[in-house]
Structure formats: structure tokens, C-alpha cells
């Protein structure tokens, strides 16, 4: 019985150590979705603005970060007032043009981008 007691409390010391983890990995994914979102404004946003948007393709910069980064994790991070400065409609074409597939129903700062 002591035995089945040890096993039962040695679980219990694991779940503690393993539960904050994860919690704390939580934490730092939506940091790291901020950080990106950031980025990817900062070299892609001027793109898609709904006042004077820069006209052409995006930059190779541009281009090279929204590869590299996580859209879907950049999207969540968007908030719906940050997103009301932004023309989904460009936002669309510039993550096309960059080679990121659009699906429909796309979401991103609470707005749906269309299709191309």
C-alpha cells in the first residue's frame, strides 16, 4: 500500500512541474505571435493600408518574412481595431503575391480576406 501511495504522489509532483509549463508555453506562443505580427507589420503592413497603400508588389523582404513566419499565429495576434487600418483586400494579394495561399473564409484582426 505505501508503494501504490509513492506512485500516486510522485504523479502528482510531475503534473505540478508539468502543468505551469505549459501554461507558461502558452504564454510565450502568444508573445512570439505579437513579436511576428509586429515584424510582419513593420515590413509588410504599408502594403495594404486602407489610406495610401504603397502601390506595387511587396518588397522581397516582405516577401521573405510572411514565408517564414506563422500567418495564421500573426492573424490571431491582429487585433480588430489594429485590423480597421488594413484593406483585407490588399492584405489578400499582398500574402498571394508572397506566395501564401489565401483559402476562403480566411480570418485575420476579425475580418474575413476575400479571395483573389
Same mark, same amino acid.
Given at each position: ?28 506562443? !502568444? ?5 511576428? /505580427?509586429?515584424?510582419?507589420? !513593420? ?6 493600408? /486602407? ?15 510572411? /514565408?517564414?513566419?506563422?500567418? !495564421? ?7 480588430? !481595431? ?24 480566411? /480570418? ?9
Amino acid at each position: 500500500m505505501a508503494v501504490a501511495f509513492v506512485k500516486v504522489l510522485s504523479i502528482l509532483v510531475v503534473a505540478l512541474l508539468v502543468v505551469p509549463g505549459g501554461l507558461n508555453s502558452g504564454q510565450v506562443k !502568444a508573445e512570439d505571435c505579437r513579436k511576428e /505580427k509586429e515584424e510582419v507589420i !513593420a515590413l509588410c503592413g504599408k502594403y495594404s493600408l /486602407k489610406r495610401n497603400p504603397v502601390p506595387g508588389p511587396p518588397s522581397a523582404s516582405c516577401c521573405n518574412k510572411i /514565408k517564414a513566419s506563422d500567418i !495564421a499565429c500573426v492573424c490571431r495576434a491582429l487585433t480588430p !481595431a489594429e485590423a480597421k487600418n488594413y484593406n483585407m483586400t490588399l492584405s489578400g494579394r499582398v500574402l498571394r503575391e508572397c506566395g501564401y495561399a489565401v483559402h476562403a473564409g480566411f /480570418k485575420c484582426g476579425g475580418d474575413i480576406v476575400p479571395e483573389a
